[in-house]
Nanobody, 126 residues
Framework: QVQLVESGGGLVQAGGSLRLSCAAS????????MGWFRQVPGKEREFVAG????????NYADSVKGRFTISRDNARNTVYLQMNSLKPEDTAVYYC???????????????????WGQGTQVTVSS
């Protein structure tokens, strides 16, 4: 059983920064791809950023490219999402997701990920 715990969400003014963390359960191997998604009420969950199992490949949604950075620390079983220059439209519940895979591939569809965290709220005020 895999458990993912997100942290780092909160309220920030437009232009500010937040760093989200997603810690995977201790018995999880490091051979997994990770993704960050976000969702607002009434809309589908959308891809934000993804990273392959060893951090070689990353991919971003166009809306966050140049502002967000995904990274991982396999020694800590933790993936991060550094969010800079935040905009009100970034307001959402952010979820991390995990897929066991030892490939240099970034997965962008929610259907690719069987394991999900509980979500953390990010609110950007104007």
């Amino acid at each position: 059983q895999v458990q993912l715990v997100e942290s780092g969400g909160g309220l920030v003014q437009a232009g500010g920064s937040l760093r989200l963390s997603c810690a995977a359960s201790a018995r999880t191997s490091s051979s997994y791809a990770m993704g960050w998604f976000r969702q607002v009420p009434g809309k589908e969950r959308e891809f934000v950023a993804g990273i392959d199992w060893n951090g070689v490949s990353t991919n971003y949604a166009d809306s966050v490219k140049g502002r967000f950075t995904i990274s991982r620390d396999n020694a800590r079983n933790t993936v991060y999402l550094q969010m800079n220059s935040l905009k009100p439209e970034d307001t959402a519940v952010y979820y991390c997701a995990l897929r066991f895979a030892r490939l240099t591939v970034v997965y962008r569809s929610p259907l690719d990920y069987p394991y999900w965290g509980q979500g953390t709220q990010v609110t950007v005020s104007s």
